[in-house]
């Protein structure tokens, strides 16, 4: 399931450009009517004046016209108005030139006054009112493959001099389409940058919003069991419910997490006391039983007091690994403080002491092996050398366990890896992914042991960001090989 915030952000910054594209369409639309509106507006507007002007200019010129009506009769000329672009003053724009026409015709549809837009306007005397798309005259009336919305009227004025002429009037929709165009870049273009402004504020205010959020994830990350501190991060009212549930949980749960140490501790400790009486027990019996020759089956019950030894023995090493197992398994990560560089050639002498009675008993060899020119390259991490110890003590103590007497285990320092490898027998291939489980023992093993040791090991190394491998050498060789890794390197 996706993130609250992943969900707003989704669901804003596509509703939001939808939003102003509905916006911008119906504006753009109505735009359009509204400029179409005007512009016919316009030309009927024209088209009225021109009635009058034409009437005007006919009533002044009479005796004129009268003296030149037999002239006129035997040729026509009409007049052409060809005002330039350049004699006019002001912002014109791009299509100033074709942007309207006129034609004036008599009733019997000789040209009498254009401009030079008009010339190619086609008489029409039955039209009136705009002529539409449909008209079938309308494709004759486009001369030069351009689009021309055209109104017809006609001067019907009551002294009948005048009546029959044909006005008509027409804009190019070219140049229309271009007013449109730029009116509606004018009003988008600060629509869309504002939209695009409005959007990157809403992200920042979104993330910023749930920014408090983000913040207790990583504390709860953090945090370690025993922790109980509040929260103390200022969240909004609407979570401050949760954070107060969460901080009377940490409280319980580091009590409870308290309360079981100090039981495991303190069952630990009487624990440790009858198992080492019993053991001293156990030895002064076996003295006392090697110091009487005279006694019958005097072998049977010195056999039956070394098993009694021998239990008690794994109890108590089966107690100290439950009680090692019990201090690090409720941790999630070592506290920094805890961490340093490390010295592998000390810390691998410590630990090869610590095992090396129990390795002298089953003459086995134990070889280190640096396979680095320069120590300070060994595995470079941060470790808490105490847990790390532990770690390599349990991976040696099991491989002297399990390999039979006068094997060699070699402990391998590398840049990238510590390993154990032992030429005992190994482990069938089917147990090696259930080795680090809790008690787990393969079958048929009389040696000692709980079936925690490589399980504590497996532990540790997650809290170090390590990996344990378990492995078989590789055919003819027989052992078996324990190699320790880091995870950011394996990925």
């Known amino acids: 399931m996706k993130s609250i915030q992943q969900r707003l952000l989704t669901s804003l910054l596509i509703g939001l450009p939808l939003l102003w594209l509905i916006t911008s369409s119906f504006i753009a639309w109505q735009l359009w009517h509204e400029i179409n509106e005007m512009n016919d507006t316009q030309i009927t507007q024209v088209a009225r004046y021109l009635i009058g002007v034409s009437a005007d200019d006919d009533d002044g010129d009479k005796d004129d016209r009268e003296k030149e009506d037999n002239k006129n009769k035997e040729q ?37 006054a254009a401009d030079e837009n008009g010339q190619a306007f086609s008489f029409l005397p039955d039209q ?34 005048n009546e029959g002429r044909v006005i008509a009037v027409g804009q190019n929709l070219d140049s ?36 408090p959020l ?58 440790r006391s009858p198992l080492a009486a019993l053991k001293l027990q156990a030895d002064l019996l076996q003295q006392q039983l090697l110091q009487l020759s005279d006694m019958e089956d005097d072998g049977q019950i010195f056999y039956h007091a070394q098993k009694i030894s021998a239990g008690i023995e794994r109890a108590t090493h089966l107690v100290e690994q439950l009680l090692i197992l019990a201090k690090i398994e409720p941790q999630q990560q070592l506290p920094a403080d805890q961490l340093e560089s490390p010295d592998w050639l000390m810390l691998t002498d410590i630990v090869l002491s610590d095992v090396n009675r129990l390795a002298r008993e ?37 491989a002297i366990r399990y390999c039979p007497e006068g094997s060699l285990i070699e402990l391998q320092l590398d840049t990238s890896s510590i390993r154990v490898v032992d030429n005992g027998m190994g482990v069938e291939d089917e147990q090696l992914a259930r080795l680090s489980e809790r008690f787990y023992r393969p079958a048929g093993q009389s040696q000692l042991g709980s079936g925690l040791g490589l399980s504590i090991a497996n532990r540790i190394a997650e809290l170090h960001g390590l990996t344990l491998e378990f492995s078989n050498r590789p055919v003819p060789e027989t052992g078996f090989i324990v190699t320790i890794k880091n995870k950011a390197a394996l990925s």
């Open 128 to 161: 009136r009112g705009f002529l539409e798309e449909n008209n079938s005259a309308y494709q004759r009336l486009n001369p030069f493959s351009k689009r021309w919305r055209l109104f017809y009227v006609h001067d019907e004025h009551d002294d009948h001099k």
């Open 214 to 271: 983000s913040q207790i994830s990583t504390d709860l990350e953090q945090r370690q069991p025993q922790d109980d501190s509040p929260i103390t991060a200022d969240v909004p009212k609407e979570i401050q419910p949760l954070v107060s549930a969460l901080n009377v949980l940490f409280v319980k749960v580091a009590d409870t997490l308290a309360r079981e140490q100090r039981f495991t501790a303190d069952a630990s400790h009487e624990l």
């Open 362 to 398: 089953k003459h086995i060899q134990l070889k280190r092996t640096v396979r680095c020119a320069n120590p300070d390259d060994i595995l470079p991490i941060l470790i808490n050398p105490i847990l790390f110890k532990l770690l390599i003590r349990n991976i040696l103590d099991n």
């Open 76 to 112: 026509h000329t009409a007049k052409i108005y060809n005002l330039k672009s350049k004699q006019l003053s002001g912002d014109l724009g791009d299509a100033e030139d074709e942007y309207m026409g006129f034609a004036i015709w008599d009733k019997d549809g000789r040209l009498l």
């Open 176 to 211: 229309r389409q271009e007013m449109i165009v730029g009116a509606m870049s004018v009003q988008v273009l600060p629509m869309l940058i504002g939209l695009f402004a409005f959007m990157g504020l809403v992200t920042w205010l979104i993330r910023r919003g749930f920014r």
